[in-house]
Structures are given as structure tokens and as C-alpha cells.
């Protein structure tokens, strides 16, 4: 079995990072909730787009690559449920943007219904589960009100269906052999549950089609059933506009999706619901441009993340104290010389290139010192990270803005799976890979340009098992080889499937110049 990473974490420990890795993770989607809320750094304007639920007004959150914007919803996310607001807020999360665009076919095809249906659909998912949460906010879901929430559900979710009902109580760990959909629709009901009785009731109604009704009306009623649960607002959070494609290789693509949601004046007008948007700048310009006189931006908070060199400085503070459960204040409490501000200077304003650099500079010191060696950092470390940083950079942190011939020869080169199953590179279709090839394709194409480390491959593609069951690094190693060779990207394969510092992959799709 690989002992790499076991001995990596030894000297984590024995250097006083209790917790672990402290810069590994640099995806706000992969941070635990409970240690992010505690390295959260406020930043001017996060109030602003946040705002007050009794008085919702949307705004728009915008920033640079790697800025923090997904952060800030996350961090918005986690106030609202955990009641920090001046009323209580139901958030629905909007970021995977795959139905409306299976339907439509290209982003600016789709229609604001389009939008709207995909929104009741989450909405009514995150008001079940809030209902879960508080089964006393159940309660006032009686009559005719109990009936509408019923016919929406079965309108817009599978939620009440037998199968999405058993998958949602195997999600919570209700599902047993006495608590299953066709017990409930039965009324038998397990002692002391009582939301399973306020779901039983929702099954036992008798759903009567309705008539057609627009979906900017269905999305009011669903807000006043958010109101019926003791809901002040409903935010809408919409983030990682540009993090798939077309939208991840165009800006005037996400911009065209996003375009139906900024314009419509009666959507942004419903009272009780308030749009958030976190979206790159480069995307807010795009927008603008292309509604013109329709985009209005005093209609919404606009707000701006910046980070300066002392903003950066905290963020790293945090993270190593938090991480090293607080022994370490810093990591200049360890140095021989002041070296955080030198990273914050070197980060180029991003946090994401900030722990990136922090991450370089262990490297190096454990290249240094040896895994019994003290952590004792040098401003040689320093300055290795910078260089190591530097030699990477464009290749996946902060890549410049493609120029359009790029764009159309990576959309060429996109690699996808289909609704098949089957795998493509651009017009090429490949076939199907075997079963753990597909795994380990689908979660690269899932976290395009996010580094994926051993353990996070490892567990997707084998299971939580993996090491017990004798799979190690290696066999990963082996894997990505093989699906490279099997994709025919050739020399260039390395590039798009790559193999970075520390232990893990990285993938990007094809570009342009991997092909010249």
C-alpha cells in the first residue's frame, strides 16, 4: 500500500497541523462548513449583497477567477440557515444549469420559463427540506394549503413519487424496511416522526389536474407556500454561470443565459424573493452589452470583491490557525523572517493563488527539512514558491482570456459524455470506456480545473475503501495513463489530464495550442 500520504499527514501532525492539510483545498464547495464560517473573511460589500430579509432586494456579486465569489454564496447560504438574518430566509441554490440546457439546446435559447421551472423545482426540494429540518413549520400546512404544496410537488419534483421519496429517505437515513414510500402512502407511519405523518398526508391527497397556469404565477404561489412555512424571503442564489460549457470558453454565452433572469422586471418585482448573482466580471460586462438599455443596474446591489494585500494576509492567518486548532497564529510565527505579506503580494489579489502559493511553500520546506524536521520557514522557501507558483500559473490558476480562435478550437476539442453514455472528443466519438475510466472522466469533467487529490479520485472512482482494498496511488497513476491513451489526446495528453505536485490530477479541456 502507498505510504506517501499517511507519512504527509505524520508530519502535518508532527508540525502542528492538527486538522491537516491547511492549503490543500482551495474549492469553497469542498471546504467543510463548520471550518469555513471560522476562515470567512468579510469583505466590503458581502453585507450589501446579503442584505435583509424583510426588505429582499437581488443583487449581483462580481468578481475576478478564483476572487471568492463562490465563497460568498456559501457563506450567505450558511447565515441563512443558521437564522443570522433579521428574518428567516429559505436559500435555493441555482448552479447547475444541465436541464435548461438539454432542453434548449445553446444558452441563449433559453427562455425565462425555462429558468422558472428549473427554480420551482429546487425551491420546492429546499422547502421540503427545510420542512424536515422544523417539522413545526409543517404544521400550518393544512386544507387547501396542504393540497397545492402536494400538487406542486408532484408537479415539479418526484419527490412524492415512490422511487424519489425512497432515494430522499435513504438520503436523510430514514429508509428501512419499515419506513419506505409504500408504507407512508399506506399511513404507517414510524412513532414520533412527524414529519413522515406530515408526508403521509401529502401522499393520501387526491391531486386534481390543474389548470395551465404561466410559470411566473406558479413561481408566486410557490413563494407564498415559502410564506406559509414561516419563510420572510426566498433567496435564489446563482453561481458557476461559466464553470461548464459552452459558458466556461465564452463569456457572451453565460451571459446569454443569465440575460432572461437580469431582464424580466415582473420576476425581479415578486415580492418576498430576492436574486442573488455571483458571476465573473468579465461575464457582468458581457451582460451588459448585451441587454443594453434592458440592463438596469439600480434595480440591483452591484457590488465588487477586491483583495488587498492585508485582506489575503487574514484569509492565510485563519486558515493556519484554524487548522492547526490555534498553535499556529501565522505562518510568520514560524518563519525567520515575515513572509505571509511577501505570498499576499505574489497572490495577484487572488485568494485561490494565495493558498496555491502557501501550498508550494511547505512543499518545499518539507523538501528541505526532511519529514522530521520542525516547521522553520525561510524566505528561500519563499521565493522557491513564488518561482514554483510562477512556472505553473498559466497553465491552470489564472489563465489569460483566450482569444476566439482558442475558444472555437477547444470547443472543437471539447471532450464530453453523452446521454449514451459514450465519450466524444469534439466530432470524434470514442465509444464507452470501461466502468472506473468513465468514473474517473466524469468527475475531471465535473471539476474542470480544480486539482483532485489521490484520496478525492480514489473514493469517487473505487469507493471509500480504496486503500483497503489494496488500491493505491499507483493504480490511479495507471488509470489516468490509460484514459489518456484511450482518449487519443496524444503528447498532449499530459497537459489535459495532468499530473500535479503533491499527489492528484488536474484536467482543462483541449486548447488550441495542444494541438500545434
Not at 395551465?212 to 408566486?220: E, G, K
Request: some cysteine; aromatic content about 8%; overall charge neutral.
Amino acid at each position: 500500500m502507498n505510504q506517501g500520504p499517511a507519512l504527509q499527514i505524520a508530519w502535518l501532525h508532527n508540525i502542528g497541523f492538527s486538522l491537516g492539510h491547511p492549503f490543500t483545498t482551495r474549492e469553497a464547495s469542498d471546504e467543510p462548513a463548520s471550518a469555513l464560517v471560522q476562515y470567512f473573511v468579510l469583505r466590503p460589500g458581502f453585507a450589501d449583497v446579503l442584505g435583509r430579509a424583510r426588505q429582499p432586494q437581488s443583487a449581483l456579486l462580481h468578481a475576478r477567477r478564483g476572487a471568492g465569489k463562490t465563497t460568498s454564496r456559501l457563506a450567505l447560504t450558511l447565515q441563512c440557515q443558521a437564522g443570522q438574518m433579521d428574518a428567516p430566509v429559505l436559500p435555493v441554490t441555482y448552479v447547475d444549469f444541465e436541464r435548461p440546457l438539454v432542453t434548449a439546446g445553446v444558452p441563449a435559447k433559453i427562455t425565462l420559463d425555462q429558468h422558472i421551472d428549473e427554480l420551482l423545482r429546487l425551491g420546492l426540494a429546499a422547502l421540503f427540506d427545510a420542512l424536515a429540518d422544523r417539522p413545526q413549520r409543517a404544521t400550518s400546512f393544512v386544507g387547501g394549503v396542504r393540497r397545492q404544496l402536494a400538487h406542486y410537488l408532484r408537479r415539479y419534483t418526484s419527490l412524492l413519487d415512490d422511487i424519489g421519496l425512497d432515494m430522499w429517505l435513504a438520503r436523510h437515513r430514514l429508509l428501512s424496511e419499515t419506513c419506505q414510500a409504500e408504507t407512508l402512502r399506506l399511513g404507517q407511519v414510524p412513532a414520533d416522526a412527524p414529519f413522515l405523518t406530515f408526508v403521509a398526508g401529502l401522499l393520501a391527497v387526491s391531486d386534481t389536474p390543474a389548470m395551465p397556469v404561466a410559470p411566473i404565477a406558479n413561481f408566486a404561489s410557490f413563494l407564498a407556500l415559502a410564506q406559509q412555512a414561516g419563510f420572510e424571503a426566498v433567496y435564489v442564489l446563482i453561481d458557476r454561470v461559466d464553470e461548464r460549457q459552452p459558458m466556461a470558453a465564452d463569456h457572451a454565452q453565460a451571459a446569454a443565459l443569465l440575460a432572461p433572469l437580469v431582464s424580466d422586471i415582473a420576476l425581479m418585482d415578486l415580492e418576498g424573493v430576492a436574486f442573488k448573482f455571483f458571476i465573473p466580471t468579465a461575464v457582468l460586462r458581457a451582460l451588459a452589452t448585451q441587454l443594453g438599455d434592458a440592463f438596469r443596474p439600480g434595480r440591483l446591489v452591484i457590488r465588487d470583491i477586491s483583495w488587498d494585500e492585508a485582506a489575503l494576509k487574514e484569509l492565510l492567518d485563519r486558515r493556519v490557525s484554524v487548522f492547526s486548532e490555534g498553535v499556529l497564529p501565522s505562518l510568520d510565527a514560524a518563519a525567520e523572517t515575515p513572509i505571509v505579506t511577501r505570498l499576499a503580494a505574489a497572490a495577484g489579489g487572488s485568494p485561490r493563488n494565495l493558498l496555491r502559493l502557501a501550498e508550494w511553500m511547505l512543499y518545499w520546506q518539507h523538501r528541505r527539512a526532511g519529514p522530521s524536521g520542525a516547521l522553520w520557514l525561510t524566505a528561500q522557501d519563499a521565493e522557491r514558491a513564488i518561482a514554483s507558483f510562477n512556472e505553473e500559473r498559466e497553465a491552470y490558476l489564472v489563465a489569460p482570456e483566450p482569444s476566439p480562435t482558442a475558444r472555437r478550437a477547444a470547443a472543437e476539442a471539447m471532450i464530453r459524455i453523452d446521454e449514451a453514455s459514450e465519450v466524444w472528443v469534439g466530432a470524434r466519438c470514442v465509444g464507452h470506456l470501461a466502468a472506473k475510466r468513465r468514473r474517473l472522466l466524469a468527475y475531471m469533467l465535473e471539476n474542470e480545473g480544480r486539482e483532485l487529490s489521490y484520496d478525492q479520485i480514489g473514493t469517487r472512482v473505487h469507493g471509500d475503501d480504496w486503500t483497503l482494498r489494496g488500491m493505491t496511488s499507483a493504480s490511479i497513476d495507471g488509470l489516468a495513463k490509460h484514459l489518456r491513451r484511450e482518449l487519443g489526446l496524444g503528447a498532449a495528453g499530459e497537459r489535459i489530464i495532468r499530473k500535479v505536485p503533491g499527489g492528484g490530477y488536474l484536467f482543462r479541456q483541449p486548447q488550441q495550442s495542444d494541438f500545434t
